[in-house]
Nanobody, 124 residues
Framework: QVQLVESGGGLVQAGGSLRLSCAASGRTFRSSGMGWFRQGPGKEREFVAGINWSGGRTYYADSVKGRFTISRDNAKKTVSLQMNSLKPEDTAVYYC?????????????????WGQGTQVTVSS
C-alpha cells in the first residue's frame, strides 16, 4: 500500500506554470507505476499523465501533451508534475495516484490508491 500527499497547487494566470509534487510512503512505491489525474468542476475524472516504475516510460493525455512533464525520484519517493503554458481549462483538483502495476497507468481505473488532491486554478 502506498500513501500519497500532494502539494504545489495554487492560483496562476493563463500561460503561467506550476509544479505539483507528490510525497509517497510505503514499501511498494519503487515497484509501482505512478501518475496524475484531475477532476474539474462538473466534470468526470480525467487521466493526465503516467510514468512507469523506473521512470523510463511516460504517457500523457492529448490535452496536456507538450505542456506537462511527469517525473519521479525513487530515492526520495516523490513524483512531480511540471505544468507549463497553463490554460483555464486546466483548472481542477489534481490527484497523485499509485498504479496497480509497475507499468505506465493511462486511465483513472489503473490507480489503486491516491492522495487527497491539490487545487489548481488558472485564471484567464
Amino acid at each position: 500500500q502506498v500513501q500519497l500527499v500532494e502539494s504545489g497547487g495554487g492560483l496562476v494566470q493563463a500561460g503561467g506554470s506550476l509544479r505539483l509534487s507528490c510525497a509517497a510512503s510505503g514499501r511498494t512505491f519503487r515497484s509501482s507505476g505512478m501518475g496524475w489525474f484531475r477532476q474539474g468542476p462538473g466534470k468526470e475524472r480525467e487521466f493526465v499523465a503516467g510514468i512507469n516504475w523506473s521512470g523510463g516510460r511516460t504517457y500523457y493525455a492529448d490535452s496536456v501533451k507538450g505542456r506537462f512533464t511527469i517525473s519521479r525520484d525513487n530515492a526520495k519517493k516523490t513524483v512531480s508534475l511540471q505544468m507549463n503554458s497553463l490554460k483555464p481549462e486546466d483548472t481542477a483538483v489534481y490527484y497523485c495516484g499509485a498504479a496497480l502495476s509497475d507499468a505506465v497507468p493511462d486511465a483513472p481505473t489503473d490507480f489503486g490508491s491516491w492522495g487527497q488532491g491539490t487545487q489548481v486554478t488558472v485564471s484567464s
